[in-house]
């Protein structure tokens, strides 16, 4: 029904009861066609035998958003359990398939007693099958992230990706062979000035398995990666 001067639902003459300004633009790539709820299948889940579900809090104000992490830690593991079984309860209903499934996957490591290796091979985050687990890809991404940018300055930015990242190797090299052993955590705690030393302290920081640059073919392919996508 609309209210009887047609206005929309929810509208208010003055504007203040939208949740969002009608003139505010919204992606709706983010939302289902459509949402189609059945009581049967939100039934509550059981939970694991450690949880403990607090009482509700009376109201919610955004103020109090910059939690302090530490202070569930401080409660010890079956406060950090049960928060994230809620946690997972709660994106059961998500509108995207893939957090669903993630928090499906939750539930079931939190709820079978823990009886299994750990925590990143039961969510997937290690395959069991050997491939790179989310640690790997992550360092490797930030390596690369890390190149690319040292990548963009002078005078790396001057030649092309094949001799750019030869050039970024060898500095690379060198800094680990000559300042590294002296430099690294726990001896030296923040990156030292200038580059290209600043990018290698953070690049060896990250303890990349197979050596901290990858060879000089695919570096330059990510260097002309990132220049065709600057180029677009």
Known sequence: ????DGRAPGAAADG??????????????DFPVSIRI??????????????????ADPFFDTADLNDDTEELRARGPVAVGSALFRLAEEGLTSLRKDV????????EYLSDG??????????????????????????????????????????????GP????SALKEAVAKYEKTRWPREKPPGRRTAPAGEPSATAWRILRL?????AMPNTADL??????????LDD
């Not at 969002?20 to 633009?25: I, N, V």
């Not at 997937?124 to 690369?144: C, K, V």
Request: hydrophobic share 40%; aromatic share 4%; charged share 30%.
């Open 1 to 4: 029904m609309r209210p009887d």
């Open 16 to 29: 203040r009861d939208w949740i969002m300004p009608p003139d505010r633009q919204i992606d709706m790539s």
């Open 38 to 55: 059945h009581s049967d299948d939100l039934t509550e889940q059981p939970g694991p035998a450690f949880l403990r579900r607090p009482n």
């Open 100 to 107: 669903r499934q993630a928090a499906r996957l939750l539930v």
């Open 114 to 159: 823990l009886h299994h290796d750990s925590l990143d091979f039961d969510l997937g985050l290690r395959p069991r099958n050997g491939a790179p687990d989310l640690s790997l890809i992550s360092r490797r991404a930030e390596r690369d992230r890390l190149v690319v940018s040292l990548a963009r300055q002078e005078p790396w930015a001057a030649m």
């Open 162 to 165: 094949w001799a750019a990242a």
């Open 207 to 211: 303890k990349l398995p197979q050596g």
């Open 220 to 229: 330059a392919r990510v260097i002309r990666a990132d220049r065709q996508g």
